[in-house]
């Protein structure tokens, strides 16, 4: 079971599951709260939490408006 480091804006969140990186990202959704602010995408890496700066070539890099589209967010 893979554990990802997934990070957008003030949200960081270690989430170990079995699900793929955007199914991930969509169950994030659900734990920000009015404090968190997100970036226009969401990172998504095995080794640590990752950004704009520090995202590597094997880092999944997901729109925000995707994920929040596929969560029905919109």
Same mark, same amino acid.
């Given at each position: 079971?893979?554990?990802?480091?997934?990070?957008?804006?003030?949200? !960081?969140?270690?989430? @170990? &599951? @079995?699900?793929?990186?955007?199914?991930?990202?969509?169950?994030?959704?659900? +734990?920000? @709260?009015?404090? =968190?602010?997100?970036?226009?995408?969401?990172? /998504? =890496?095995? *080794?640590?939490? *990752?950004?704009? *700066?520090?995202? !590597?070539? =094997?880092? /999944? /890099?997901? +729109? &925000?408006? #995707?994920?929040? =589209?596929? #969560?029905?967010?919109?």
């Amino acid at each position: 079971m893979p554990k990802y480091y997934i990070s957008s804006g003030t949200l !960081q969140m270690i989430y @170990n &599951t @079995n699900k793929n990186p955007v199914e991930a990202c969509c169950d994030m959704l659900e +734990e920000i @709260n009015e404090n =968190d602010t997100l970036e226009e995408y969401f990172y /998504v =890496d095995e *080794r640590g939490f *990752r950004g704009l *700066r520090t995202a !590597q070539s =094997d880092t /999944v /890099v997901i +729109e &925000t408006e #995707s994920i929040m =589209d596929i #969560s029905g967010w919109t």
